[in-house]
């Protein structure tokens, strides 16, 4: 195999290895055997492309036109041109599978399921890295840059999958980045000619500075392999052992905390495990609280504010994070005017819910709680930092409960320009009808706060809107209009709904994360379930900050400033805790004679009831999963890969430095001879086992078109054999290896491209495994006959015997 087609090879299998660490995004992993198969016709064709040759660049755009046109084949067959040529509409239709695909990624939880629009992403993204990969280290002959795309395939996937496995998919990634390197490596050597290097032990006492102009691996080339491994080792070992670094790239907790502060905030979006928590077979307990809030039915409990419409999601925006502060700030935007009441809420986490964000109720005003937390203020949020997670954790947090008048809300002035410019964008892809909606909707109102509440009533009560958590709309602009014209969907519907049409009419709003108050229980205690998850928006008006609502119908609780009868504006006297509530968390309530069979499930009878437990919405790829997954890509690679990969093999052995005395020299030679017919037949000229060296050269040299060097070649192998066979004290033969190769390369020079990757790919003397198998078998069955044989006879001998005693 030549140097450039070891480089392809070797591409090809360091992108789909790289493509491993997609496997655990999606609940099925056929997609990654179509990507294989439309990635080796890409190859394939950049190789004969090569083979030409064409111009580099031009190789490069003839692999992207075919992948677009496979794409298409694929995914967009009934609108292309003759089913094949990607036309106009073809190229709308996959524009609708991306878009489709964006909305899915945004909606679902990881493993997704394999949509249209997500294979597209996958298979398209797989063919895309492949391309760069196969430019980069085969057509520019560079394999070193060629890391960088299988880096941010491998990035990608890594932080869309939360850390499941990851370590498994980083070393298939990694070993298929060093496997390009040592080929590369391989290949630069070969253009040196000969190298002198150590040979390996040989049998006998044969010497340690032999030529290797094709055999084993030379010296650097072993010092290549060792040079490559150690780095994989440490690039595996100096993230778990270095705590800065474990969060990563992609990490939700922000990265680089430092000391008294600083650091940021990454970008997260919870939205897309919400529909699975909402679908929970069975509503097992998440948190569980007391508070001295006489009413908690607005209790919500919020983990995270998504302030960025970017057209595809609401997202959280990359802030910058702060040591918890003993006393939070006051809430942005609250005026001392407005009443409000301080509420005091012990809460304990499940031992298995965990979570970087922690659940407060809005808005906290000092939050007491151990570990490694952050604060952002903008959001007025804690998230964990260095892996900490709200996992069996007790807290006790201060909060207001702002209760402003409608007067108040009426009366809000505007708010301030940098606010509202930054809560009130929304992107140019919005479509038209959701503002004209929010128009008609809102038609009549005198101000935002009438506008907010028409809003909120529209889609809760008056709108004919369905509460359905089994609708996979996406959460894109264009679900947005999904929405508004199906009019069934769940609490993100509507909450980005509504959030999205209230920036439209010039009021800043965001979308929240979080659980709604959750269910009384015995003893004061409130019990939240993961069917508990919620989103709603709140919105922003001058003198009394950031304020809920609750469009989402048959959810949560409407607040009392949006209801016709609003409380007044005197602000109730602070309430105090019970006396009866402890100053620490409670896990459980106490016990109750009446406890029933679903209270006992659920942990309320008492303190040796445990709280109720809850599996993560994610809880990662089983590691046997990621094993059969790994075998079934491994698989899928070396399986066609067998039958040259045998022939390597045993060109190797055959060729490979042998010992000094007379008979290993015979050997090597008639193992020369018998590579010279396979690789022959390799080519076309089959073997004939009833002619003599002599004739089986001249008939190599004529079915083959050999000539000069070659036939030379043949005829002096030919030679070295009959001297082996018939002369009395034969003549030891050199350069034999030198001659196999000149053999193989006169062979291959007549030929076109399809025969010249069928010789390599599909040898024809691979056969002979079939032979020796079925030889073996043979020979294995008719052992096993002769002894069933002989002990048929022995035991009807001994049963025999019996009887002529008798007798």
């Known amino acids: 195999m030549s140097g450039r087609a070891r480089l392809a090879l070797c591409a090809y299998a360091a992108t789909l290895m790289a493509s491993g660490a997609l496997v655990p995004l999606v609940d099925k992993v056929d997609w990654i055997a179509h ?148 080929a590369e490596g391989r290949d630069r050597l070969s253009q040196w000619g000969r190298v002198f290097g150590g040979a390996a032990p040989s049998r006998g006492n044969g010497p340690s500075g032999l030529l290797t102009p094709g055999g084993g691996a030379t010296a650097p080339v072993r010092t290549g392999r060792r040079i490559g491994v150690v780095a994989l080792g440490i690039a595996m070992v100096v993230p778990a052992v270095l705590p800065s670094l474990s969060g990563g790239l992609l990490n939700t907790a922000g990265n680089g905390r430092g000391e008294g502060g600083g650091g940021t905030i990454s970008a997260v979006n919870p939205l897309v495990s919400l529909q699975d928590n909402l679908n929970q077979p069975e509503d097992r307990e998440v948190l569980r609280y007391r508070t001295n809030a006489q009413d908690p039915s607005g209790m919500y409990l919020r983990m995270v504010a998504l302030d960025q419409f970017d057209g595809t999601s609401w997202r959280s925006s990359v802030r910058k994070v702060e040591d918890v502060p003993a006393q939070l700030p006051r809430p942005e935007g609250l005026s001392e005017a407005v009443g409000g009441v301080s509420v005091t809420t012990n809460i304990s986490a499940a031992d298995s819910y965990e979570q970087k964000w922690l659940p407060l109720p809005y808005p906290a005003t000092s939050v007491a709680i151990e570990g490694r937390w952050r604060y952002e203020p903008a959001g007025r949020m804690l998230v964990g930092d260095d892996g900490q997670t709200t996992r069996g954790k007790q807290y006790t947090v201060t909060s207001l409960l702002v209760q402003p008048t409608p007067k108040q809300l009426a009366d809000a002035p505007a708010p301030p320009g940098t606010l509202a410019r930054e809560y009130t964008n929304v992107p140019d892809a919005l479509p038209r009808d959701v503002k004209a909606t929010a128009l008609k909707v809102t038609a009549g109102a005198a101000n935002d706060y009438e506008r907010a509440v028409k809003l909120q009533d529209w889609f809760a009560a008056e709108g004919g809107f369905t509460y359905d958590t089994q609708v996979s709309s996406g959460t894109g602009v264009a679900a947005i209009s999904r929405f508004l014209t199906a009019k069934k969907g769940f609490c993100v519907h509507f909450s980005f709904s509504m959030a999205a049409m209230a920036r439209t009419l010039g009021i800043p709003a965001r979308v929240a994360v979080g659980f709604t108050p959750g269910t009384q229980q015995g003893g004061g205690v409130m019990s939240v379930g993961i069917r508990d998850a919620h989103a709603w928006p709140e919105l922003y008006f001058e003198g009394v900050g950031w304020l809920r609502f609750e469009p989402t119908p048959t959810r949560g609780s409407v607040p009392e400033y949006t209801r016709p009868e609003a409380p007044s504006g005197e602000a109730p006297a602070p309430a105090q805790p019970e006396a009866s509530a402890s100053a620490a968390p409670s896990a459980a309530p106490s016990a109750d004679p009446t406890c029933t069979p679903q209270m006992r499930r659920l942990g309320e009878c008492g303190e040796t009831a445990a709280p109720g437990a809850v599996t993560p919405a994610d809880p990662g790829t089983p590691l046997t999963t990621v094993l059969l997954a790994a075998l079934g890509v491994a698989a899928a690679l070396l399986v066609p890969l067998l039958p040259m990969l045998w022939r390597m093999r045993v060109t190797s052995r055959r060729l490979g430095p042998g010992g000094r005395t007379a008979e290993d020299a015979a050997a090597r030679t008639l193992a020369a001879w018998r590579e010279v017919i396979d690789t022959a037949w390799d080519h076309g000229v089959a073997p004939d086992e009833s002619q003599t060296p002599r004739r089986t050269a001249e008939r190599i040299v004529r079915l083959g078109r050999l000539e000069g060097p070659a036939a030379e070649a043949v005829h002096r192998t030919a030679g070295a054999v009959e001297q082996v066979l018939y002369a009395p004290r034969p003549r030891p033969a050199t350069g034999l290896a030198e001659d196999v190769a000149r053999i193989r390369t006169g062979l291959r020079a007549p030929l076109g491209a399809l025969p010249r990757l069928r010789a390599t790919l599909a040898p024809r003397s691979a056969v002979q495994v079939l032979w020796a198998l079925s030889a073996r078998w043979a020979a294995v069955a008719g052992r096993w006959a002769a002894a069933r044989h002989r002990l048929t006879t022995r035991w009807s001998g001994a049963l025999r015997r019996p009887s002529r005693q008798r007798g």
């Open 35 to 182: 990507a294989a198969l439309l990635l080796g016709i890409q190859s394939v064709v950049g190789a004969l492309a090569r083979r030409v040759p064409l111009p580099r660049p031009l190789i490069v755009v003839v692999q992207a036109v075919l992948a677009v046109v496979m794409l298409t084949v694929v995914f967009a067959r009934e609108q292309a041109l003759a089913a094949v040529v990607p036309g106009p509409e073809a190229i709308q239709r996959l524009g609708e599978l991306l878009q489709a695909g964006a909305d899915d990624v945004g909606q679902y939880a990881i493993p997704a399921p394999a949509s249209a629009g997500i294979r597209l992403m996958l298979i398209g993204g797989v063919l895309l890295i492949g391309l760069a990969v196969d430019a980069l280290a085969v057509t520019f002959r560079s394999a070193a840059p060629a890391g960088l795309p299988l880096l941010a395939l491998y990035s990608v996937a890594a932080g869309l999958s939360g850390g499941g496995a990851t370590w498994l998919w980083f070393l298939l990634a990694a070993s298929g980045y060093l496997l390009l390197l040592l």
